[in-house]
């Protein structure tokens, strides 16, 4: 009995009865590629599920509120296109017709005002706490207070602009931006300070060794950088103050007529005609609020869109 060599392969490597063509016809066993399955695809497929219901999940609810504003909104805000934008506000809340310009001018003035108080100093405060502060007492007492500032409730903003400014000088948009302001500015200095944290140490070295001093390295090397980052945050607390009620009605007032005056005078903005509308018990005044409600959304989305637009083109240039 001979047994095989390597020029001459047993049927375990192909040959004999195993081999292409021979006896039984049958193709020799190839070998398996595929990967197996383990515990880390198993989760790693069960996290990916997770995260594709959890996106659904917050979904639903998101399309189901502008679906509601949307479809209940857009038949008063657009039927006489564009009265609703420009007319003044009915004084009779049961009569049906527009308009929400005179909010819509205060909306623009009172999140306007807070915006060119809130950003700035947000700005500042966060370049501060990143480039000089650091770890030392100020600094954290700093971001302590602009911590508890994060949590505390509108409601008592409102209060607190009521006793220092309303009380003193009456009704006004610029009292209504104060207390937005307040609110706006913990969430600047915390995005800020996030996006300053994240700009790398190279770039600050780099502009160090070409001699340029801290001021102007900041100025033109870490602000550009953060820029984006920056931008968002501001977004984002200019899209919550837009939507704030409670602070407004201690501060603005409720007015019906255009008031073009940041300083003098009681005014009025989207959201607080949303909730003295939505409280009536008039189907004309509740439709009128599901226009403004519209109205707050499209104006949102339109700032974001142009805020978006800006960024990209100073992305661009650089």
């Not at 308009?99 to 100093?121: D, H, N």
């Not at 706490?129 to 650091?134: F, T």
């Not at 971001?143 to 409601?155: D, E, L």
Request: overall charge positive.
């Amino acid at each position: 009995m001979m047994t095989p060599t390597l020029d001459e392969p047993g049927p375990e490597l192909g040959g004999g009865d195993g081999a292409a063509g021979g006896a039984g016809g049958k193709a020799p066993r190839g070998i398996d590629l595929r990967a197996r399955r383990s515990w880390r695809t198993v989760t790693n497929t069960g996290m990916l599920g997770l995260m594709a219901a959890a996106v659904v999940l917050v979904a639903i609810p998101l399309v189901a509120v502008l679906w509601s504003v949307i479809a209940r909104g857009a038949t008063v805000a657009f039927h006489d296109f564009p009265a609703f934008f420009t007319h003044a506000i009915p004084v009779v809340s049961r009569r049906p017709g527009p308009g929400m310009g005179p909010a819509i001018l205060g909306t623009l003035l009172v999140t306007g005002g807070a915006t060119l108080i809130a950003v700035p100093l947000g700005i500042l405060g966060a370049v501060y706490l990143q480039e000089y502060g650091g770890s030392s007492a100020f600094a954290r007492l700093v971001r302590f207070m602009s911590t508890v500032m994060t949590g505390v409730p509108s409601v008592v903003m409102g209060l607190f602009v009521y006793l220092i400014w309303t009380m003193s000088f009456g009704y006004s948009a610029f009292g209504g931006a104060l207390a937005l302001a307040c609110l706006m500015l913990p969430v600047v200095i915390g995005s800020t300070e996030q996006m300053l944290r994240l700009v790398p140490g190279q770039l600050r070295e780099a502009a160090y060794a070409l001699g340029t001093t801290k001021s102007r390295t900041i100025v033109t090397v870490v602000l550009p950088a953060a820029l984006p980052g920056i931008v968002s945050g501001a977004l984002l607390a200019v899209a919550r103050a837009a939507g704030e009620t409670a602070p407004l009605l201690f501060a603005v007032g409720a007015a019906t007529a255009y008031n073009p005056h940041l300083f003098s005078e009681a005014n009025t903005a989207l959201s607080v005609q949303i909730f003295a509308n939505a409280n009536s018990s008039f189907a004309a005044a509740q439709d009128r609020a599901w226009a403004a409600a519209l109205t707050l959304v499209l104006l949102t989305f339109i700032v974001t869109l142009v805020a978006r637009m800006f960024t990209a083109r100073l992305a661009l240039k650089r």
